[in-house]
């Protein structure tokens, strides 16, 4: 019987060593080696498709574009601003919210930074802000520009309101009747006017005219185009045959005056034939109303008769409104009637100073 012959000691300790070795490197591979690679290939598809969607705090979506820097999910505050310095300033902040599996820096390209809305670039948080030329608070923004073109100078009230009340009129010596007079300067000022223009002097006649103020009928007794602004701030021009006080009452009315005639057709482009002739339809001071949109109007006045300015005909009235881009504009009394006031100033330079008048047309708050 055969004995079995053993290993020597020195052979076994070089197996053992060899084991050992094949073990660590076995542990290397899957520890270390594939998780890399595996890492890697996520990092390389995270950056080629990464989007970050933002939503405004006006509701619009925003898209833009990210870089991976590292490996967790995260949720960042952004201003409009730090998004997108190029583009137009907003202090309104915006909350982004990152959905992937890495933590990412927004770079300075967004598709589009919303603007903020006309009105809130136009009011203020309650605060009143005024200058010369400049009026804003929380439900009206003003600006008064004055122009000087071929030999005729004019004023533009630029006129935004919240509410319609804050455009309101008055009569002199806060009495309805005819022959009851005060200059525009004191009917503003007693009003608390911001900025005011004369009316259409309905007190040369008692009985001749519409007259609808803040609401309240006095007179129907239509002579000509007929202005009417209603309750929910829009504005429309009725012809003499037309114009029905019962109707435009139950449809809301809450001002209206009779003077004109109206200066824009219905697509907004000027009027160039006036059924008017002689003196009135010539070169004169002007005083009209024009409306944008409900809640955007303007005054303007131009001044006449004098070596600085020669005034404008009712053609010449009309397409200057036309330019303003208005979608309806309306002439007021003129010649020495036409005053345009703002704070407690008068803003234009009247005729001989100007002339009392019947009644005004005022923005307050």
Same mark, same amino acid.
């Given at each position: ?5 053993l ?5 076994l300790i ?6 050992i070795?094949v ?9 270390h080696?594939?998780p890399?690679?595996?890492q890697?290939?996520v990092?390389q598809t995270a950056?080629?498709s990464s989007?970050l ?9 925003q898209?833009?574009s ?5 490996a ?6 952004l201003?409009? &601003?730090?998004v997108?310095?190029? +583009?137009?300033?907003?202090a #309104?902040? !915006?909350?982004a919210?990152i959905e992937t599996?890495a933590? @990412? ?5 967004a598709?589009?930074t ?8 136009l009011?203020t948080d309650?605060?009143?802000?005024s200058? &010369?030329?400049?009026?804003?608070s +929380?439900?009206v923004s003003? #600006?008064? !520009? ?8 004019? @004023? ?6 919240k509410?319609v009340?804050n455009l309101?009129t008055a009569?002199?010596q806060d009495?309805y009747?005819k ?12 009003n ?6 004369n ?6 006649s ?5 007259v609808?103020?803040?609401g309240v ?7 000509g ?6 309750y929910?701030g829009t504005?429309?021009?009725y012809?003499?045959s037309a ?6 009452m139950a ?5 209206a005056?009779?003077f004109g005639?109206?200066l824009l057709?219905?697509?907004g482009?000027a009027v ?6 002689g ?15 409900p ?6 006045t131009?001044?006449g ?5 020669e005034?404008?005909s009712?053609?010449?009235f009309a397409?200057?409104f036309?330019s303003?881009g ?9 010649g020495?009637?036409s005053?345009?006031?703002f ?10 100073g100007?002339r009392?008048s019947?009644?005004?047309?005022y923005?307050?708050?």
């Open positions: 019987m055969s004995k079995n012959k290993l020597s000691v020195p052979l070089a197996i053992d060593i060899l084991l070795g073990g660590l490197c076995v542990f290397a591979l899957f520890h080696v594939l890399s690679i595996q890697a290939n990092s950056s080629s989007t969607h933002v939503i405004a705090s006006s509701g619009n979506e898209s833009i990210v870089e991976p820097t590292a967790e999910a995260v949720t960042t505050t201003t409009n &601003e730090s997108a310095p190029e +583009a137009s300033a907003s #309104t902040q !915006t909350t919210t599996s933590t @990412y820096t927004a770079t300075a390209t598709t589009a919303p603007a903020p809305t006309e009105q809130d670039s009011f309650g605060e009143v802000i200058t &010369e030329t400049t009026y804003k +929380a439900n003003i #600006t008064v !520009t004055e122009y000087d073109i071929n030999g005729v100078v004019y @004023y533009v009230q630029d006129i935004y309101i509410n009340e309101k009569f002199a009495s009747g022959g009851i007079r005060d200059t525009v300067l004191n009917m503003a000022t007693e608390n006017a911001i900025a005011a223009i009316g259409d002097y309905y007190g040369t008692s009985s001749n005219g519409v609808i103020r803040n009928l006095y007179r129907s007794n239509p002579t185009d007929v202005l009417v602004m209603f929910d504005m429309a021009v012809s003499e114009f029905d006080a019962d109707e435009v449809q809301g009315a809450y001002q005056w009779c005639p109206s057709n219905d697509d482009t160039t034939s006036f059924s008017v002739r003196h009135v339809a010539s070169d004169n001071p002007r005083t009209g109303i024009g409306y944008f949109e809640g955007h109007y303007c005054f303007v131009v001044d008769r004098s070596d600085a300015s005034g404008v009712l053609k010449e397409a200057l036309e303003l208005c979608k309806l504009a309306y002439n007021l009394d003129g020495k009637t005053v345009m006031t704070g407690d100033e008068i803003v234009n330079v009247p005729v001989s100007g009392t019947s009644d005004i047309i923005i307050t708050e």
